[in-house]
């Protein structure tokens, strides 16, 4: 590809509220270097245009890199009539979810996987896969417990009688399979902060079904090795 437009922005002005990886919140960060590009395109509803720019955190000193993208068509009238675009934005190195946090090491392989993925696509900001991994993670805890039903809907309501789960989380579990639907065949992406709640939910049935009888069964069995150590001595 190739601009039809590119130049070079004045960086002192611009400062911005951004993510820091390193401070672990949002702070100040100046702009060191920025550039737009523009593509035209057969006129302005098929065109698109970007900023990328690069930023230090006022925090810790960090770089990072800005790219921020718009379509053309993709418009909207502000308050006084003038014609703006809505933006998406990546950064680079992108934003660490903490998803990645999760306890997975007592899952099935399949349940670690899709949840590995689901944090590196939410860290990558890539949220239509990391809404549809989201079902995933339900669907795949359903068909490993073996959980009777003709649709996920049907399975999820067995899932939480079987493990227990109250009825505020079993709905939220279907806002989960929801929004997934959503994704799968509407390309209606959860927003972030939707996918790391919505994961927090998962991490709660992820801990129910297998990290906590698991770390149940360990101390069972070092405690019966150590009592009948005992017993000998
Ligand atoms: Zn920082």
Known sequence: ?????????????????????????KSIHNALARF????????????????????RCGGCDSIIFIRDHWEH???????N????????????PPVLSNLSDIDTSDCPESIRNIVQEAASSLDNNNLLAATILARMTVEEICNDLGVKGRNLQQKI??????LSIDDEQKS???????????????????????????????ALVIDKRYSSP????????????????????
């Open 1 to 25: 590809m190739m601009w039809d437009k590119f130049e070079r922005l004045k960086p002192t002005a611009k400062r911005r509220l951004i993510s820091c990886n390193q401070c672990r919140r």
């Open 157 to 162: 309501d067995s899932l939480c009688s079987s």
């Open 81 to 92: 009539g003038e014609i703006d675009f809505f933006v998406t934005t990546k950064q680079y």
């Open 36 to 55: 737009q590009g523009t593509v035209f395109g057969d006129g302005m509803p098929d065109g698109y245009g970007e900023e990328h720019g690069l930023y």
């Open 214 to 233: 698991a770390r149940a069964s360990r101390a069972v069995e070092s405690a019966k090795r150590q009592l009948r150590k005992s017993k000998k001595n």
């Open 73 to 79: 068509e993709d418009h909207f009238t502000d308050d």
């Open 172 to 202: 939220l579990i279907h806002e989960i399979r929801i929004r997934g639907n959503d994704g799968a065949h509407k390309s209606r992406g959860m927003s972030a902060a939707e996918v790391k709640a919505g994961f927090e939910i998962l």
